[in-house]
């Protein structure tokens, strides 16, 4: 029996005559940047997450990329993130000429240690950014300073005043493709953020600042439209689905996410002994599993890591972070499992072990 971490063309048999619809709509249309479905978008993901301004962009990285750009930041300044994330996190804050600054995670929910944060700020700190990991609301820090949400897994879950969200095809809302946006309270780092996506052009030709092609295609819009309205029936399939991995594998050795409010559990993330095994054990039983993730931040060899030890400066260690990477392991989620999915992986690890 096949258990994959997504299942896409299940997702799209389901809703296939709405999303042809939309995408004749847009090819007749020959508008296909921009425009009036990505209007229309960014009117309802605002109106999901009660904020005033959405900025639809080309991806998730992107959009971590416009909102720091926004808020001024650039060389010899310095952003605090978790060292436990994806790459993009990270590589948004460098591509600005900017320094991350690795902070650890809280074991019990891998998100971003408020402490930790609050005691990497200087006075180069001109922002923290931390992540909604797998779909579980983050405890924000209590600072004055600028807070920039990576909220990539975390479709719909509560956020503060400056965020971003990756449409990635896996994620809880999925394009076709690759697609993001800023959710902006302030009006006018708003507008600062749709100048940058367009070239800092406003009106056309007249560029103000020197921005970049980070806009979102009319496409990728009408298809996330047709989807959207699940989402809530989706998150709350995925809600089922975790309540019933902690039946399923109860009294195993495993280490089980907990649930919270607003958790819209983008992954099922365990903390597996003997991890590396039990992946092989899973995948020869057509079950697949992902590591979130296998190296920390601090040290990926492109910010002077070596892989294993201390940080760059052969002082940091950052020992939560490293630890989850050696244990975390992503099970199945998603909305299109079916009991009997659910049952073949909780036979399986229950077999391993």
């Known amino acids: 029996m096949r258990v994959g971490l997504a299942d896409l063309p299940a997702q799209y048999a389901a809703l296939k005559s709405e999303l042809d619809a939309a995408v004749q709509r847009v090819l007749a249309s020959g508008q296909f940047i921009l425009g009036d479905e990505v209007s229309a978008f960014e009117r309802e993901v605002a109106a999901d997450h009660q904020l005033a301004h959405a900025v639809g962009v080309s991806s998730g990285s992107d959009a971590l ?5 926004a808020l001024g930041i650039g060389p010899g300044d310095e952003v605090i993130t978790p060292a436990f994330s994806f790459f993009a996190t990270a590589g948004a804050i460098v591509r600005l000429g900017a320094t991350p600054v690795f902070a650890d995670i809280d074991p019990a929910t891998f998100n971003l240690d408020a402490a930790s944060a609050l005691a990497k700020v200087t006075s180069r700190t001109k922002a923290i950014l931390p992540v909604h990991l797998f779909g579980r609301p983050c405890e924000l820090p209590s600072t004055t300073l600028p807070i920039v949400e990576d909220a990539a897994q975390a479709y719909g879950t509560r956020l503060g005043s400056l965020a971003t969200l990756s449409f990635f095809p896996t994620k809880n809302l999925g394009a076709a493709g690759d697609a993001g946006m800023v959710l902006v309270a302030d009006p006018a780092l708003a507008d600062k953020i749709r100048l940058i996506r367009s070239h800092g052009a406003k009106p056309k030709y007249v560029h103000h600042v020197v921005g970049a092609n980070l806009r979102l295609d009319a496409l990728q819009a009408a298809i996330l439209r047709v989807k959207r309205p699940h989402v809530a029936s989706w998150t709350a399939m995925r809600r089922a689905n975790a309540e019933r991995y902690r039946e399923l594998l109860a009294g195993t050795p495993l280490v089980l996410p907990a649930d919270t409010a607003n958790h819209v559990w983008h992954h099922f993330v365990v903390r597996a002994p003997d991890r590396d095994a039990l992946r092989v054990h ?3 039983r057509d079950i697949e ?11 990926q060899p492109c910010f002077g890591g070596e892989g294993s030890g201390p940080g760059p400066d052969k002082t940091t260690s950052l020992p939560e972070a490293e630890r989850a990477c050696c244990e975390v392991l992503a099970l199945p989620i998603h909305a299109q499992l079916d009991e009997d999915q659910l049952q073949h992986v909780g036979d399986s690890i229950r077999a391993f072990y």
């Open 65 to 69: 990329l416009a909102a720091l750009w």
């Open 289 to 299: 599993t992902e590591v979130y993730y296998p190296r920390a931040l601090h040290l």
């Open 282 to 284: 899973l995948a020869a």
